[in-house]
């Protein structure tokens, strides 16, 4: 089994900064992509950004130029940089990997628990 473990997040008021990080563990052969993604109340999970294995990174339109995702120092670790919040940014943020148990496993999707994170106007 493989476990995310998020921290970060909190309550902030709009134009500050956050910083969010996850960790992966358990059996990983290999980390494929991790992302966040977030979910606001009443609508759907979003996509936030995304990372792959070749550093492919990939954006939501909304969060472009102010949020910066990069794989940590630490083995098996994502970290969302969030910088000039704003209200609509608050949810439920949740990291997200695509992970290999073996060389035979394409890989399959597992999910954090979720870390809330609120702006003020």
């Known amino acids: 089994q493989v476990q995310l473990v998020e921290s970060g997040g909190g309550l902030v008021q709009a134009g500050g900064s956050l910083r969010l990080s996850c960790v992966a563990s358990?059996?990983?052969?290999?980390?494929?992509?991790m992302a966040w993604h977030r979910q606001a109340p009443g609508m759907q999970r979003e996509l936030v950004a995304r990372i792959s294995r070749d550093q492919t990174i990939n954006y939501a339109d909304s969060v472009k130029g102010r949020f910066t995702i990069s794989r940590g120092s630490a083995k098996n670790t994502v970290v969302l940089q969030m910088n000039s919040l704003e209200p609509e940014d608050t949810g439920v943020y949740y990291c997200?990997?695509?992970?290999?148990?073996?060389?035979?496993?394409?890989?399959?999707?597992?999910w954090g628990q979720g870390s809330q994170v609120t702006v003020s106007s």
């Open positions: 358990g059996s990983i052969y290999v980390i494929n992509s």
């Open positions: 997200n990997a695509d992970v290999s148990r073996n060389r035979f496993d394409p890989g399959s999707m597992y």
